[in-house]
């Protein structure tokens, strides 16, 4: 009996070595899944938003697609898709490069574009909380956008 245990030994160790490789490969593979549906695509990563910024016509018109008032390239309906989750969640979901992007365009609005700023606040920011988060100042104090600054960098 000894003799028949051991001889069936290596298929039991090569069974179970298959059985857990399967199951951490399983694991790999959900938690894979989940960190790429935990994060916002990438496809448009790679956009000149220095160029979109410079002119006033590509800014209107992905200001215009933002705010509903008019029609959306396939970048800028992605934006307006996620735009309100990553208010909230402070970007969480966002990769690298898009904070940065993100830093970039809204540190230029908030320099350059006051008007376009304050609309999207009034669009996306109903309730203040991103301000509330950003500002960094109490009632009355001047306003600090630092940490916007920061994230370009």
Request: a neutral charge; aromatic letters at 10%.
């Amino acid at each position: 009996m000894f003799l028949t245990a051991m001889k069936s030994l290596p298929l039991i160790v090569i069974f179970s070595t298959i059985f857990f490789m399967q199951g951490c490969f399983c694991k790999y593979i959900v938690r894979n899944i989940r960190e790429v549906a935990e994060t916002y695509p990438t496809k448009y990563d790679n956009i000149d938003v220095g160029s979109i910024l410079a002119s006033e016509r590509l800014l209107k018109n992905y200001m215009n697609c933002l705010l509903d008032k008019g029609p959306c390239s396939p970048d800028g309906q992605l934006l307006r898709q996620y735009l309100p989750d990553a208010l909230q969640s402070e970007c969480s979901k966002c990769s690298e490069k898009q904070k940065k992007i993100a830093g970039t365009v809204l540190s230029n609005l908030l320099q350059n574009h006051k008007d376009y700023w304050q609309q999207l606040l009034n669009k996306y920011d109903t309730d203040g909380s991103f301000l509330k988060k950003h500002r960094g100042f109490a009632a009355g104090e001047a306003e600090d956008y630092s940490d916007l600054d920061e994230a370009r960098k």
